[in-house]
C-alpha cells in the first residue's frame, strides 16, 4: 500500500484508542503514551461494514439496547422522560411502552428469563417488567438493588453484567442482584473508564465507551479489550462534536451474526457487521 494509505490507516487505529485512553483518566504519572506491552495483548481492530439505515426516534434518549423476539428493547433515559420500549427495527415504531416514574432515570436493560431488567442512573433501583408485552401493571420496583450507579447491563446466561461509568465491569445475580465479582478493563494495559452500553455476545463483552465513538470488545474473565471498533464514519452529521448525542447502544442477533448500533437522539440506527482488518 501507498505510505499515505497506510498513515491514514494507522491514524484511524490509533485516534480512538487515544481518545479513550486519554478519557480513562490515567495521568497519576502524567503519561499519555500507549503502554509498550506484549503483541499478545494488543486488540485487534474491526471494520464496521453497513448493511442497512433504518428509522429510530430522535426523542430516544437511548441507553439500553437489546434485540427481543425480532424487536429492538429499548430503555431510554432523563427524569420524567424515561421509557422502557419495544420498536420495529425496519420502521424506528414504537410497537409498545412503559413509561417510567418520574423521579427515575432509566439506564440499560437486558432480558433474564422473559422479564426486561432495567437499570436507573443514581436511584440505585431495578426495574423488572413482564414481556411480551410491556405492561405497566406487571412492573416491579426493586429499590436498594446495588449501590452506585447504573449505567450499561447484559445477560451472558449466568451473570448480569452491568457498568457504572467506572473501568470496572461487575457481574452480579440475575434474580438477587448480589455482587459476584468485579473486573478492571484495560486497553494495552491501562484502565478504560466510561464504560457505557453493553451487549454480551458469545463469550464476550461488548461496550460502548461515552463520549467516545469507541467499541470495546472485552473478555469478562480477564478485563483485557480484545478488539476495538470505531463508530465515527455513523454519527449523524448535526451530533459530530455534540457531547449529549453520543453514540450509545449496541444490540446482537445471534440469528445473524448482525449488531444493531444507534446513539442518544439519533435518527438512525444502522444494521452492521464486523470485519477483522
Ligand atoms: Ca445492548
Excluded at 497519576?28 to 506491552?37: H, I, M, R, V, Y
Excluded at 470488545?217 to 451530533?239: C, K, R, S
Aim: overall charge negative; proline content about 6%.
Amino acid at each position: 500500500m501507498t505510505s499515505g494509505r497506510f498513515e491514514r490507516m494507522r491514524r484511524a487505529v490509533l485516534a480512538p484508542l487515544l481518545a479513550i485512553l486519554a478519557l480513562a483518566g490515567c495521568g497519576s504519572d502524567g503519561g499519555e503514551e500507549l503502554a509498550p506491552t506484549a503483541p499478545a495483548t494488543e486488540p485487534a481492530t474491526l471494520a464496521i461494514e453497513v448493511l442497512g439505515t433504518y428509522p429510530h426516534d430522535e426523542t430516544a434518549w437511548t441507553e439500553g439496547f437489546e434485540l427481543h423476539d425480532g424487536q429492538l428493547l429499548e430503555s431510554t433515559g432523563r427524569e420524567g422522560q424515561s421509557t422502557l420500549r419495544l420498536t420495529d427495527p425496519a420502521t424506528g415504531a414504537v410497537t409498545d411502552e412503559i413509561p417510567v416514574a418520574a423521579n427515575l432515570y432509566a439506564e440499560g436493560v437486558t432480558v433474564v428469563d422473559g422479564r426486561a431488567v432495567q437499570l436507573t442512573w443514581k436511584n440505585e433501583t431495578v426495574l423488572v417488567s413482564a414481556l411480551p408485552d410491556l405492561d405497566p401493571a406487571t412492573v416491579e420496583e426493586r429499590q436498594d438493588a446495588y449501590d452506585g450507579e447504573g449505567w450499561g447491563l447484559c445477560y451472558d446466561g449466568t451473570d448480569l453484567v452491568m457498568s457504572n461509568g467506572s473501568d470496572q465491569l461487575q457481574f452480579r445475580d440475575p434474580t438477587t442482584f448480589e455482587l459476584h465479582r468485579s473486573v478492571p478493563v484495560r486497553l494495552s494495559g491501562k484502565p478504560v473508564a466510561n464504560i457505557n452500553e453493553l451487549e454480551c455476545v458469545d463469550g464476550a463483552v461488548w461496550a460502548n465507551i461515552w463520549l467516545t465513538t469507541t467499541i470495546v470488545v472485552i473478555d469478562p474473565a480477564t478485563g483485557v479489550v480484545t478488539a476495538t471498533a470505531d463508530m465515527a464514519e455513523l454519527v449523524p452529521e448535526q451530533y459530530k462534536d455534540d457531547r449529549n448525542a453520543v453514540a450509545n447502544g449496541i444490540a446482537h442477533n445471534p440469528d445473524t451474526g448482525t449488531f444493531w448500533l444507534t446513539g442518544k437522539l439519533w435518527p438512525v440506527t444502522y444494521e452492521v457487521k464486523f470485519n477483522t482488518l
